[in-house]
């Protein structure tokens, strides 16, 4: 987003919060400051947004993941007298940050999508689990949170004795979890449909397939690739028109093996991680916010775009390389391919690399202490046991 931005002149404000804050390290960014994390306060991080207000209103306000979604969505009336907020009012977003909604919302109007079933108790799991046959998958419905908690978007269980233990485990967990089907098929069965939406129609659209994923089917993309995927146009066309959608979203499909159909994953009411791809394919979604924000025209986009450019995200995918070359020369020439060819890379850009030198050092670190970790816990163990004698 900031670079994005900063490219067309305009001045880019990070605000972060976290454990980290590789954006507030580039270049484009003008300003910094360090907020209250809006998934624990979301009130907090809205008061202090207008507590900035006075030297900063007029500004265009961009959530850049589900947590500052929530807020900016959540408190829009409270903040719209003093900025632009780059949200959709709250009701439209409750609905897709909540998938159980979402799904409703697909069956209702007619597109494909995983059965699912809210999990109220152990013994209505495993009946609806039957049913849908294993493996099968435990599921946030709303994702943000279950991920700060556990570090993986969902669990996937293959048997009944599996899935009932993971359901006491996950008894502390206080937000809504439910029960899915899996659609069954690889890491390229995952499709991604960007777009713009304005007047009630798609002003620009953009697909990509993903090729892998950390953890293979069920984690987070980590190499994804341009290309035209149209079988997924009606479903989202259907969706967001329905829903009157304003703005950037970016929706997740997914290919099922058994009968070719595409099926919804979910909604990203935001703009989303691999967003530097379809800029390299010259869609400049981020812009189109900004403009649309402001009430200025909003630029024409390009009639076509290439496909076979890759988006990779450098920290999660080069840790397979060096597994990669086990499985001989072909498997390591194999998962290089997308490094051999266009691409963009998440963080490191040489015009803007101080990103990258802020992530290098973070994993640096969190090795360093993820190592020392069990020492010291050792260490702290054996000093209360010599205290105690």
Not at 57 to 81: I, Q
Request: aromatic residues 10%; proline residues 6%; positive net charge.
């Amino acid at each position: 987003m900031a670079r994005a931005l900063g490219a067309h002149g305009i001045r880019v404000i990070g605000v972060w919060y976290g454990r980290t804050r590789l954006a507030a390290s580039s270049r484009f960014v003008k300003s910094r400051y360090q907020a209250p994390d809006p998934d624990q306060d979301a009130s907090g991080f809205t008061d202090f947004l207008l507590s900035l207000s006075n030297s900063l209103s007029g500004a265009v306000l961009f959530p850049t993941d589900d947590a500052s979604l929530l807020a900016l969505s959540r408190y829009k009336e409270r903040l719209e007298g003093q900025y632009h907020v780059v949200a959709e009012d709250w009701p439209v977003v409750r609905q897709l940050l909540t998938k159980l909604s979402t799904y409703e919302l697909a069956t209702r109007y007619g597109v494909p999508c995983p059965l699912v079933q809210k999990i109220d108790n152990a013994a209505d799991a495993a009946a609806f689990a039957r049913d849908v046959g294993f493996p099968c998958l435990i599921k946030p419905s709303v994702g943000h949170t279950f991920f700060a908690r556990y570090r993986a978007k969902m669990v996937l269980v293959h048997t009944l004795d599996e899935l009932k233990d993971w359901i006491s485990r996950l008894g502390e967990y206080s937000d809504e979890l439910m029960l899915s089907e899996y659609i069954p098929g690889d890491d390229t069965s995952g499709v991604n449909y960007n777009s713009y939406y304005s007047g009630g129609r798609p002003f620009c659209e953009f697909t990509a397939r993903k090729v892998r994923l950390k953890p293979e089917r069920i984690g987070f993309p980590t190499v994804v690739k341009s290309c035209r995927v149209p079988e997924v146009l009606e479903h989202g066309r259907t969706m967001l028109q329905t829903i009157r959608y304003r703005g950037f979203s970016c929706m997740e499909f997914k290919r099922d093996r058994r009968d070719g159909s595409y099926k919804l994953m979910e909604i990203n009411a935001r703009h989303n991680f691999s967003g530097m791809l379809a800029l390299r394919c010259g869609l400049d979604f981020p812009y189109l916010s900004y403009a649309d924000a402001i009430g200025a025209a909003l630029p024409s986009p390009p009639a076509d775009w290439p496909r076979d450019i890759f988006w990779i995200d450098e920290e999660r995918d080069a840790k397979g390389l060096a597994s990669s070359a086990r499985h001989g020369p072909r498997a390591a020439l194999a998962y290089a391919k997308p490094y051999r060819r266009k691409r963009v890379f998440a963080v490191f850009s040489s015009r803007d690399p101080l990103p990258s030198f802020r992530q290098a050092t973070e994993a640096v670190l969190h090795t360093i202490k993820r190592k020392n970790g069990p020492d010291r816990e050792a260490a702290a163990r054996a000093a209360e046991k010599q205290a105690k004698a």
